[in-house]
């Protein structure tokens, strides 16, 4: 089947689909009215010779190897900066989300900022995938692949980024709003956000990783929302994704003792109806099978003796909830 883009006026429901089948509106495309449509994807851009290419850039495929779980003081100090490149990334490409702008120009975007910044852009190739960013609109939980479809005024738009530069990655996303957004949609964003947040505070040297799901879960469930369990956040260094899982609801089994040195990110998915899922026939792009609209923020941190190090945030990151913008 080729894909074909829905026009900003859609037919009525007796008048001919806007695809070209030939059949009537209403027998076609109009089941899908309201939802995200696929658009075209580009071919995969370049990344130049003069970019260092982590294992997998040529082949698509690699082997995971046992990475230290504590990260020696020479890995932090590159995480430190492999975090900064993606908060500026992030930052900037969330700067460009407006009406009519196509998820593939934010994407061109974040390639060649990436690149200028002297990154690989860590999703290009990885396990196959295609782009430099993932962008998820409305009911698409994670792994949306920017296309030629336009953002349409009242859309919510989760960009993820991730780079590699100096040996290590550094991963994070957020998701804005385009144009005017309704409230229900909006408080969904907001409180993801607060979740990202709370769940990042409760990651503290000497207790389990399962406060981390707990406090998130316990937040969104005064909303009612749904956690995502799907998708977890990960262990990250010299790998985009370790061994380490960040569970995002709580589960006693989630029992791994978090101490100084350790890098993961904490990336809630947040859903306002159904926390299934289904993946479209790209493979990649994951949508609540309700198709109600998800939320989603990452970042990368560091665990501390004190605080946690948000090694993707810090003054300008994209997060207009985060504790020192509050
Ligand atoms: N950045 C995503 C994460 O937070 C992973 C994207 S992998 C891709 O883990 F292959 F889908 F790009
Ligand atoms: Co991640
Ligand atoms: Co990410």
């Not at 008048?15 to 580009?42: I, N």
Request: net charge negative; glycine share 10%.
């Amino acid at each position: 089947m080729s894909i074909a883009t829905a026009p900003t006026t859609l037919p009525q429901a007796n008048e001919p689909c806007w695809c070209g089948s030939g059949r009537k509106y209403k027998r076609c495309h109009k089941k899908l009215e309201g939802r995200v449509l696929q658009g075209e994807v580009s071919p995969m851009r370049l990344v130049p010779d003069h970019i260092a290419r982590p294992p997998y850039a040529d082949t698509g495929e690699y082997e995971p190897w046992e990475e230290d779980r504590i990260k020696s003081p020479e890995i932090i100090e590159a995480m430190r900066h492999s975090g900064k490149v993606a908060s500026t990334v992030l930052r900037e490409a969330g700067a460009m989300v407006a009406p009519g702008v196509t998820t593939e120009e934010i994407d061109t975007f974040v390639h060649e900022r990436f690149i200028e910044l002297g990154a690989y852009p860590s999703t290009i190739n990885y396990h196959g995938y295609p782009k430099a960013c993932c962008t998820s609109i409305n009911e698409v939980i994670c792994h949306g692949i920017p296309d030629s479809r336009p953002l349409i005024e009242g859309d919510i738009c989760n960009i993820d980024v991730t780079g590699w530069i100096g040996g290590v990655h550094g991963d994070t996303n957020a998701t804005f709003f385009v144009g005017e957004v309704d409230p229900e949609s909006r408080q969904l964003v907001q409180v993801t956000e607060e979740c990202m947040w709370l769940g990042i505070e409760a990651a503290k040297a000497g207790q389990p990783l399962s406060d981390i799901g707990r406090a998130i879960e316990d937040h969104a469930k005064k909303y009612k929302y749904g956690v995502v369990r799907a998708f977890v956040g990960h262990g990250i260094g010299e790998q985009f994704h370790t061994d380490i899982q960040v569970l995002h609801y709580y589960d006693s089994r989630s029992s791994v003792i978090m101490r100084p040195g350790m890098t993961f990110t904490v990336e809630p998915m947040i859903t306002l109806g159904s926390i299934n899922y289904k993946i479209w026939d790209d493979d990649w792009t994951a949508v609540t099978s309700d198709g109600k609209r998800t939320a989603q923020f990452e970042h990368t941190l560091l665990v501390t003796e004190g605080e946690p190090e948000v090694l993707t945030g810090g003054e300008g990151a994209a997060s207009p909830f985060a504790p020192w913008n509050r």
